[in-house]
């Protein structure tokens, strides 16, 4: 059953940590993507990756990292040093060559106190 | 002003109903995405378009590469129609796969 797998879906966390959200996908797809979701506004790209060990800022990079030491793994890293952590975050992952249609992770909705 | 615009930004129906949401954008593309969120969060594609005219059970999507314009169609519409609806561009401006989004359109569909 192929698909896109990110856990948890709720996570807590205190102000001034660092967490990690997991994404993993074996759908055997070179691009993977990060993008956070606030109320009332579109999907912002956070970092993607074309490649295993590679990946570009998106949008709206600062206070986040990745890595992509695996093609099936893409995790994101809120780091303390973002703003505003608490929003929904998803995963998504797209096909080799065109047309590109992107699969979407289920999200985890990060609260930060 | 976003690259991506749709409307309306929230639409409440009787079930039975036909629905159109609309999306225009400022840029030139490759193709546009319709996507569907439900209260849950996870994400679904509806359609991928780059132009004409697609039809998958009782929605329709159709595309006006001219006028830079999409519209989401659903006929018979039923409660469980609802969810928020989001159009996405991937842009001929940038590189590889990156999408641009709407900001979504709440459907609610009341019995």
């Known amino acids: 059953d192929g698909g896109i797998t990110q856990s948890p879906k709720y996570l807590f966390r205190k102000e001034g940590q660092n967490v990690t959200l997991s994404c993993e996908q074996n759908l055997n797809h070179d691009a993977m993507y990060w993008y956070r979701q606030d109320p009332g506004q579109g999907l912002r790209l956070i970092y993607y990756s074309q490649i295993v060990n590679d990946f570009q800022k998106g949008d709206i990079a600062e206070g986040y990292s990745v890595s992509r030491e695996k093609k099936e793994s893409f995790p994101l890293t809120v780091t303390s040093a973002q703003k505003n952590p608490t929003a929904f975050y998803l995963c998504?992952?797209?096909?080799?060559?065109?047309?590109?249609?992107?699969?979407f992770g289920p999200g985890t909705r990060l609260t930060v106190t | 002003k976003n690259e991506v615009e749709q409307s309306p930004q929230n639409l409440t129906a009787q079930e039975g109903e036909f629905i159109t949401i609309n999306c225009s954008y400022s840029?030139?593309?490759?193709?546009l995405h319709w996507l569907q969120q439900h209260p849950g969060g996870g994400i679904v594609s509806l359609f991928m378009l780059s132009s004409g005219k697609k039809k998958h059970g009782r929605l329709i999507a159709t595309i006006n590469i001219q006028e830079k314009h999409s519209s989401l169609h659903i006929t018979a519409s039923h409660p469980r129609d609802s969810a928020v609806y989001i159009c996405a561009v991937r842009s001929l401006e940038t590189s590889g796969s990156r999408l641009t989004f709407g900001e979504g359109t709440q459907l609610t569909v009341n019995p």
């Open positions: 840029v030139g593309i490759s193709a």
């Open positions: 998504a992952s797209s096909t080799p060559g065109q047309p590109y249609e992107q699969y």
